[in-house]
């Protein structure tokens, strides 16, 4: 077995010098199925790889780099944050000593942050102690490579936790096609322009001010695109009325929760949504629909989406009502909450945290 600084490589990579390694063209050790394995992306996977010893990022670099995939390095964390804003990588390999913020930290940043936390983190230590692999499952690490690396066991986890990044993305497009979707039906009348936007934005804010869980908060931006998706099965001579429904047509615009539900059902990754959606109409008092629900059965994640959602249709002009003004929006829920229709503490909460802003 061949070990380079803290890196080993199998037997049969052992005529594999760190100058052939450099100069090799065409990938030794690669066969022609691994190289298959590559074809059906669009583009190769992207791999950071971060360490501050330059041999070590240097060695992973060309074995990854080897096998197809493009490979970038940072040696530290400050450099493996930029190069995350940059260009977002497939997969993340990153040390867990080093000079300034340490692997853990990093793991723990991106795994915090929406737009990252997706992204394999694959912690790389030499420590043995299973108190620090502990810290890392804490930090949301994804897997663990133990120095020595071997090459071999690297590009199995690498392909394995790639295959599964794929499905992920998978499930976001199909995600984002839905939100999309939602963007459509809202378009469908003119008057409700820019509300689902609002809607994810003020309703993830809510969650945050509650300091509720970051998956909750995920689910109240979706929400907010999604709550109406099922209106996408309701006519335009209904919808576009707007009020002064017959019963008839009432009953119809009643179904829309119960048919987004339906849509949205089959993707696990909507599982904290479906809630949204279903309840998005009830009552605290039980007067509301689907279900009829009182507050104790309302979950709280549609209860805050509501909130966010009445307050926003008070606040815009309709072709049978004029948008109203803040305090007057304010004044009306408050009211509305006293009468049972929605949660009072978190008109408050939600009134408490739009007057902070605005101050
Ligand atoms: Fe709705
Ligand atoms: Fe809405």
Redesign the pocket.
């Given at each position: 077995m061949l070990v380079v600084d803290g890196m080993s490589f199998p037997p049969n990579s052992r005529n594999l010098t760190w100058q052939t390694l450099r100069t090799t063209a065409k990938p030794e050790g690669a066969s022609e199925r691994e190289m298959g394995d590559l074809l059906p992306h669009r583009r190769p996977p992207r791999i950071l790889v971060v360490d501050d010893q330059p041999s070590i990022a240097g060695l992973m670099s060309q074995l990854l780099g080897m096998r197809g995939y493009d490979v970038v390095t940072a040696a530290n964390a400050e450099q493996a944050e930029a190069e995350v804003e940059r260009q977002v990588p497939d997969l993340i390999l990153s040390d867990v000593i080093m000079p300034g913020k340490s692997g853990y930290e990093l793991c723990r940043e991106f795994k915090d942050n929406p737009a990252t936390r997706l992204i394999p983190f694959v912690l790389i230590t030499g420590l043995t102690d299973s108190g620090d692999k502990l810290r890392g499952i804490e930090a949301g690490a994804d897997d663990f490579l133990n120095k020595p690396v071997l090459a071999e066991e690297l590009i199995a986890r690498v392909k394995s936790l790639l295959r599964l990044k794929e499905f992920t993305d998978e499930l976001e497009t199909v995600d984002s096609v839905l939100c999309t979707l939602g963007l459509i039906v809202e378009g469908r009348d003119p008057y409700?322009e820019g509300?689902?936007e609002r809607?994810a934005t003020n309703a993830a804010d809510l969650g945050r001010h509650l300091r509720l869980d970051q998956d909750s908060i995920i689910a109240l931006r979706r929400g907010g695109y999604l709550?109406?998706l099922g209106k996408i099965a309701v006519p335009d001579e209904i919808l576009k009325k707007g009020s002064n429904l017959s019963a008839e047509e009432w009953g119809v615009m009643k179904l829309h929760p119960v048919t987004g539900e339906n849509i949205c059902k089959p993707l696990k990754s909507l599982r904290l949504v479906l809630p949204i959606i279903r309840h998005?109409h009830e009552h605290s008092d039980g007067s509301g629909y689907p279900d009829a629900l009182n507050k104790s059965e309302i979950p709280v994640l549609p209860r805050i989406l509501q909130v966010v959602?009445v307050y926003?249709?008070l606040r815009t002009a309709r072709p049978y009502k004029p948008a109203l003004s803040h305090e007057h929006a304010a004044q009306t829920m408050r009211e509305e909450s006293r009468r049972g229709l929605w949660d009072t503490e978190l008109v408050s909460e939600y009134f408490f945290m739009l007057e902070r802003r605005a101050a």
């Open positions: 409700t509300h689902c809607l709550h109406d998005h959602d926003d249709a």
